[in-house]
């Protein structure tokens, strides 16, 4: 079968086309990077050097795919970060309509069942709206919890306070996903192809509170007592911008803090939980967090989800 992956070499889209590679299907990965095209090359896969802003692209890209992943490439840079991400779901929306496909696996996130409210995420609430509206289209939207990765962006604070936080709430419970768990799960709705209609399907790979995630890694780190501090909204988006984010970004990652201390951004999943969770726990991946705390550049906007 031939199958489309957008979101070039990320940590998800890059493992997801190597399963699909592996099972000898015709694969072809979209990058807005020429240079990532001898690497997609390499791996067996056909290059679309394109960008999501581009519906015409999108759109030729898309023709005669059996079934295509789709994901919102991050943009830091934007001036409405829920608007970019509501517009680029419509231009692929557009695209998958124009050129025929039938079958889509959507990476979404926990919280996305919230029109307003949950920062970037609401965006993502538009995503799957325009592709919902989409006549005789199979699409699954997949929603994962907080990153691994994401943790990354707390390696400035451990440096230079000795302390993890965020706007969460007071030792919050926390659902969380590795990359290579979603790709696993998104490798098998596209090698099926079974679902039908429009559908929801919640992905956790591992549940911890916040302490004791500050817990894990600290041991991984050699700092034992490492604690995770409760900020308010304000110390929040102040903290963000000093460590180097935009206001916009900051606001709205600020505003889905305060959706996972309010319960509502993981409302929905707890009504829907998955039987069973991905295979990699955030224990076994201590010691990547670890290895990149001891190197010596700046982590802090190495944010993403």
Known sequence: MKYVVLGSLGNI????????IAARHDVTIVSSDKEKTEHILLMGAKAAIGSVDDVAFLTKTFKGADAVYTMVPPNFGTGNWKQYISRIGENIASAIKASGVKNVVNLSSIGAHMKEGCG?????????KSLNDLSGVNVKHLRPGFFFTNFLSNISLIHG??????????NATMVLSH????????AKELL?????GKSVRYLASDEKTTNQVASVFGKAIGKPELKWVNFSDKDTLSGMIQMGLSEEV???YTEMGSAMRSGEMASDFNRNRP????KTKLETWAPVFATVYRQPQ???TNISH
């Open 179 to 186: 990359p290579s768990d979603i790709a696993e799960v998104a």
């Open 275 to 278: 039987s069973v969770f991905g």
């Open 161 to 170: 306070q000795g302390i993890m936080g965020g706007n969460y709430g007071e």
């Open 192 to 196: 099926d192809l079974s679902f039908r």
């Open 298 to 300: 700046p982590a802090g």
């Open 120 to 128: 970037p995420v609401s965006g993502l609430y538009s995503v799957e």
């Open 13 to 20: 889209s890059k493992p997801l086309a190597e399963k699909l």
């Open 250 to 252: 900051a606001k709205n």
